[in-house]
C-alpha cells in the first residue's frame, strides 16, 4: 500500500486528491489546481473563432482528437491537444513533489475568494488554456470549462479507503474529548461506538435491538463494501450513467443519446464494458506482475552484487598491498646486500691505503735516518776513515732510491667508487607495473602436435616440426619452442615465430635433448605438447663441402649484449632462416643461438639487403655455458647466475666453465668489468684438473694468455712467449676462439687479433678457464658469431 501513494497524490499540490478530474491525457487533477494552473488565450484561438473558421466538427473534437498527440514546434515541444493553438509559453514553476506546473499568466484578482468558493465552478474567463503538468500537453477549454471533465469517482474511493486504512485504531465517534477506542460499530448507524458511549446512546432495546452490531475491523471492511453513490452525468446532472459510448471512450446517460450527441457512436451498456475493462485491466495487471516480481529478484541480485563488490574489493586491496609490500622488502633486501658490498669496497680501499701509509712511513722512517747519518758523516774530517765506509753508504743511499722508484710513489687506490647501479630496467617495469586481465574473453590456442615423421637429428643438429590440431577453432598467432641443455636442466626458449618447423644448430655431441612446444595468442598460451627426446650423433661426421647462402650485413655485425635483459630480439634476416638473440630474465643468461626454419621454398640470392656470401660453417654457433662453482678456487665470488666472477684474494685464483669441448669451432668473450692497480688477469682453456691457487698457464695443464695494461704474453707450462702490445681496461672485451677442427687457440682484443695464432695441435678436452684476482671483476658472453678477423684469416687460408 505504501508505494501506491504516489499515484493518490496530485501533481501540483502534493497532497491526496481532492474532487479529482478526469483529463483527456488520462491523468488526474484536484479541480482547485486545475482552475489554479488555467493559462489565459488569445482571442484568436478561441472555441468560438475556431468554429467560426470551419476548424472544428463540435465541442467534443478534443475527445476524438485526443488519440493523436500531434506535437509543433510553436509550443517548444509541448503536446498541442485535439488540433487546437498551443498555449502561450510561461515561466513553469515545480511543485511539491518536483513536476513542472504552469501559473497563470494575470496576477491575481485582489480580493480572494472565500474557501467555499474555490472548489465551486464559478465562471471562467472566457479562452482558458489547460496544460498537464505531467505530460505537458495543452488543451484549450470550450464555454463549458472545467465542467467538461468528468470526476474521477473511483479514485476519490480509492484515496478514502488509503487514509481509512492509514488510520492507527478507530475511535468513537461519539466521545466528547479524547476519544476512546472503538468497540463495536453499528452496520445500520454507520458510527463507530465505545463501550460507554453504545450504553448511553445506542441501547439493545427497542427498535435499536435489530440493529447489527460488528467490531470495528469487520465494521471497517463492510464500510468500504457498502455501495457508494452513483455518479451522475456532467451534462445533466439529475441523470445517472447508464451506457458506454466506444469512441468517446466515456459512459453517458440516456438523455446525452436522445439529444444526438453521440448518434454515429457505438454504443454499449454500461455494466458490460464494466465487466469487460475490469477483465482487461486484470490481464494487463498479471504481465506487470510477473514483471514487477522480476524486477524484486533483480533489485535483491544487484544488492547481493553490491555486497560482494564489497567484499570483493576489501580482498583485492589487501592482496594488492601484499604484493607491493613483498616488492618493498625485497627492494629493501636487495639495498641492503647493495649497501654490504659498498661497505666491503669501502673497507677494502681503506684496507689497501692505510697498508701503504704504514709501508711507505716506515720506509721513510728509514730513509730520513739513512740521510741524516750521512750527513753526520760527510762531516768528519779523517779522510782514511770517511773513505772505509763511503763505498758502503753510496750503494745504500742508491739502493734506497731505487726503492723508491717507479710506482712506489703512486697511490695503489683509486679514491672513486667504480661502482655504478644500473636501475633503469627496475625503473622501467615499474612504471610497466600494471593489472593483467584475469578472464580471457577468448580461448587460448589448442596444445601443438608433434610431427615424429619429421622430425630428426643429424650431426650436432635437430630439426623439428609441429602443427596444429585437425579440427582447432582457434587461430595461433606463433609457437614457442623449448629445449633442455642436454643434461637434463631447465628448459629454455629457442624459437618464437608463426613457423611450424624449426633447425637448432650447435648442439653438444653425444648428447640427449628434450624438446616441447606450445602455441599462443593475445589471449594466452596453449598447454606444452608432448616432450620429445632428441640424440646427437656420437662424432661429427666427414666434413662436407661447405655451403654459401646471402646473409645480411647486419646479421655479421650481431655482438653481445647486456645480460640483465629480459625480452626476445628477433632479428631481420632472409627468407628461411631466422636468427635471434635470447636472454632469459629468471637465470639472467645471455643466450645466443641460430635457428633456421626448413618450411621456406627456398630463397633468392638476389633479393634482399644481402652483402656477400659466407660458409655456413662459420655461422655455427655452440651451446650456452656459465662459469661452475663447484670446481671453481674458494676465493672465487660468483654472480648473475655464474656469469659474473671476481675474487676476494690478493693471489690468482682460477675458474673454469661448465662445458667441455673435443669438437668444432667455439667462440666466448669476457668483459672487463673492473680492473685496478694493474693486475694480470689470464684468459684461455685448461684440463679439469688445472691448478687453481696459481696463474693460469703456469701449469701443464693450461693455456692462456695473460695481459695488462700495455701489453700481453701467451703462457702454458710457465713459459712466457709472444710479447704484444696492447692491453685491457675497463670495458674492454677479451675474445677467445677454440678451433678444434684446426687445433689452434686464437685470442682477441676489443674484437681484434691479440697476436698470432696462440697455440696449435690441442688435442683432447678443454674447458674454458680465467684466473684473476680480486682487482679484476668480469662477465662472460656465450655462443657468439665467430669474429671477422678469423674469417679473414680462412678465407687467406
Not at 478534443?62 to 510561461?90: V, W
Not at 482487461?280 to 552484487?305: C, H, I, P, T, Y
Not at 773513505?387 to 750503494?395: G, V
Not at 697511490?411 to 615499474?430: C, E, G, V, Y
Request: charged content about 20%.
Amino acid at each position: 500500500m505504501d508505494e501506491m501513494e504516489e499515484e493518490l497524490k496530485c501533481p501540483v499540490c502534493g497532497s491526496f486528491y481532492r474532487e479529482p478530474l478526469i483529463l483527456p491525457c488520462s491523468h488526474n487533477l484536484c479541480q482547485a489546481c486545475a482552475r489554479h494552473i488555467l493559462v489565459q488565450t488569445p482571442e484568436a484561438d478561441s472555441p468560438q473563432s475556431r468554429r467560426a473558421s470551419g476548424s472544428a466538427a463540435s465541442d467534443y473534437d478534443y475527445l476524438d482528437l485526443d488519440k493523436m498527440s500531434l506535437y509543433s514546434e510553436a509550443d517548444s515541444g509541448y503536446g498541442s491537444y485535439g488540433g487546437f493553438a498551443s498555449a502561450p509559453t510561461t515561466p513553469c514553476q515545480k511543485s511539491p513533489n518536483g513536476v513542472r506546473v504552469f501559473p497563470p499568466a494575470a496576477p491575481p484578482p485582489p480580493a480572494a475568494p472565500p474557501p467555499a468558493a474555490a472548489a465551486s465552478l464559478a465562471p471562467l474567463p472566457r479562452n482558458a488554456c489547460l496544460t498537464c503538468p505531467l505530460c505537458h500537453r495543452s488543451l484549450i477549454l470550450d464555454e463549458r470549462g472545467l465542467r467538461g471533465f468528468a470526476k474521477n469517482r473511483v479514485l476519490e474511493g480509492v484515496i478514502e479507503r488509503y487514509q481509512q486504512s492509514k488510520a492507527a485504531a478507530l475511535r468513537c465517534q461519539l466521545c466528547e474529548k479524547a476519544p476512546k477506542e472503538a468497540a463495536v460499530m453499528c452496520e445500520q448507524c454507520d458510527v463507530f461506538y465505545c463501550e460507554p458511549c453504545r450504553l448511553r446512546c445506542h441501547p439493545p432495546r427497542g427498535p435499536l435491538a435489530k440493529h447489527r452490531l460488528l467490531p470495528p475491523a469487520q465494521g471497517r471492511v463492510s464500510r468500504r463494501l457498502s455501495p457508494r453513490k452513483v455518479s451522475t452525468c456532467t451534462d445533466h446532472e439529475l441523470e445517472n450513467h447508464s451506457m458506454y459510448c466506444v469512441q468517446c471512450k466515456a459512459p453517458v446517460c440516456y438523455q446525452c443519446l436522445e439529444e444526438g450527441k453521440h448518434a454515429s457512436h457505438e454504443v454499449k451498456a454500461l455494466g458490460a464494458m464494466w465487466k469487460l475493462h475490469k477483465s482487461q485491466l486484470s490481464q494487463a495487471l498479471n504481465g506487470l506482475s510477473d514483471r514487477a516480481k522480476e524486477a524484486k529478484e533483480f533489485l535483491v541480485q544487484l544488492r547481493n552484487m553490491v555486497q560482494q563488490i564489497q567484499e570483493n574489493s576489501v580482498e583485492f586491496e589487501a592482496c594488492l598491498v601484499a604484493q607491493c609490500d613483498a616488492l618493498i622488502d625485497a627492494l629493501n633486501r636487495r639495498k641492503a646486500q647493495l649497501l654490504s658490498r659498498v661497505n666491503k669496497e669501502h673497507e677494502h680501499k681503506l684496507k689497501v691505503v692505510r697498508d701503504q701509509i704504514s709501508h711507505c712511513t716506515v720506509k721513510l722512517r728509514q730513509t730520513t735516518g739513512l740521510m741524516e747519518y750521512c750527513l753526520e758523516v760527510i762531516k768528519e774530517n779523517d779522510p782514511s776513515g770517511f773513505l772505509q765506509i763511503s763505498d758502503a753508504l753510496i750503494r745504500r743511499v742508491h739502493l734506497t732510491e731505487d726503492q723508491w722508484g717507479k710506482g712506489t710513489l703512486s697511490p695503489r687506490m683509486t679514491t672513486d667508487f667504480d661502482l655504478n647501479l644500473d636501475s633503469a630496467p627496475l625503473l622501467q617495469s615499474i612504471h610497466q607495473l600494471d593489472f593483467m586481465q584475469m578472464k580471457a574473453s577468448s580461448p587460448v590456442p589448442a596444445t601443438p602436435i608433434l610431427q615424429l615423421e619429421e622430425c630428426c637429428t643429424n650431426n650436432n643438429s635437430a630439426t623439428l616440426s609441429w602443427k596444429q590440431p585437425p579440427l582447432s577453432a582457434v587461430q595461433a598467432e606463433g609457437y614457442i619452442l623449448e629445449l633442455d641443455d642436454g643434461n637434463g636442466g631447465q628448459f629454455r626458449e629457442v624459437y618464437v615465430g608463426k613457423e611450424t618447423m624449426c633447425t637448432v644448430d650447435g648442439l653438444h655431441f653425444n648428447s640427449t635433448y628434450s624438446a616441447r612446444v606450445k602455441a599462443f595468442n593475445k589471449t594466452g598460451v596453449s598447454p606444452y605438447s608432448k616432450t620429445l627426446v632428441l640424440q646427437t650423433s656420437e662424432d661429427s661426421e666427414p666434413e662436407e663441402q661447405a655451403l654459401t647462402f646471402p646473409v645480411p650485413l647486419e646479421r655479421l655485425q650481431l655482438r653481445r649484449s647486456s645480460p640483465f635483459s629480459s625480452t626476445l630480439n628477433l632479428q631481420n634476416s632472409f627468407p628461411g632462416r631466422s636468427y635471434f638473440e635470447l636472454r632469459s630474465s629468471s637465470h639472467q643468461m645471455s643466450l645466443h643461438s641460430s635457428l633456421q626454419s626448413l618450411n621456406s621454398a627456398g630463397f633468392d640470392a638476389q633479393s634482399g639487403p644481402f652483402s656477400q656470401l659466407v660458409d655456413i660453417k662459420k655461422l655455427v654457433a655452440v651451446a650456452w655455458f656459465s662459469f661452475d662453482p663447484s670446481t671453481a678456487h674458494s676465493d672465487i665470488i660468483f654472480s648473475n647466475d655464474n656469469l659474473t666472477v671476481t675474487c676476494n684474494s690478493y693471489d690468482d685464483r682460477v675458474v673454469l666453465g661448465k662445458t667441455g669441448f673435443s669438437k668444432g669451432l667455439h667462440y666466448w668473450e669476457l668483459s672487463i668489468d673492473r680492473y685496478d692497480n694493474h693486475p694480470d688477469p689470464a684468459f684461455g682453456v685448461a684440463r679439469v684438473d688445472v691448478l687453481k691457487d696459481v696463474m693460469l698457464g703456469k701449469d701443464d695443464k693450461a693455456w692462456a694468455m695473460y695481459v695488462d695494461n700495455n701489453r700481453s704474453w701467451f703462457m702454458h707450462n710457465n713459459s712466457h712467449t709472444n710479447r704484444t702490445e696492447g692491453g685491457i681496461t675497463k670495458g674492454a672485451t677479451v675474445g677467445i676462439l677454440l678451433d678444434l677442427t684446426r687445433r689452434t687457440l686464437t685470442f682477441s682484443i676489443n674484437e681484434d687479433q691479440q697476436g698470432p695464432v696462440a697455440f696449435e695441435n690441442l688435442e683432447g678436452v678443454f674447458f674454458p678457464a680465467v684466473s684473476l684476482n680480486r682487482n679484476v671483476q668480469v662477465t662472460l658472453h656465450t655462443g657468439l658469431p665467430v669474429p671477422d678477423f678469423y674469417h679473414s684469416r680462412g678465407a687467406m687460408q
